[in-house]
């Protein structure tokens, strides 16, 4: 009698919708810009940006360079959070004792990339 059974098999139809909405949007990036001034030494410079932002001793004596030269630098280029978070660790950085008429911190700013 197995013989005589019909050999069909029914498969579901799966179609192309999973009903899982995927979403590739990329985040918005933003960078951590260094502002220049003449209250830090080259050393603070590199000190703070290789304990902040676990730089190399090169790339932050490179960003030491073009800040003093160019007045900004963009440190690091991220989500709105981390780009915040790293500005707030530049303020919170503190005076450079090398220098007598350092008062405090390095200034920082977070803008969009783009602008």
């Not at 280029?77 to 503190?94: L, T």
């Not at 220098?99 to 783009?114: C, D, L, N, W």
Request: hydrophobic share 40%; glycine share 6%; with cysteine.
């Amino acid at each position: 009698m197995a013989d005589t059974l019909p050999q069909r098999v029914a498969f579901p139809d799966i179609g192309t919708d999973t009903g899982i909405e995927e979403h590739h949007d990329i985040p918005p990036m933003y960078r951590v810009v260094l502002l220049d001034d003449d209250e830090h030494t080259y050393e603070y410079v590199i000190e703070m940006l290789c304990t902040i932002f676990f730089l190399s001793a090169e790339t932050a004596y490179r960003h030491a360079c073009e800040v003093d030269a160019l007045g900004r630098t963009v440190v690091i280029v991220c989500e709105k959070d981390q780009a915040e978070f790293g500005r707030d660790q530049i303020h919170a950085y503190g005076a450079d004792p090398r220098m007598a008429v350092s008062k405090g911190s390095m200034s920082a700013i977070v803008e969009p990339v783009g602008q």
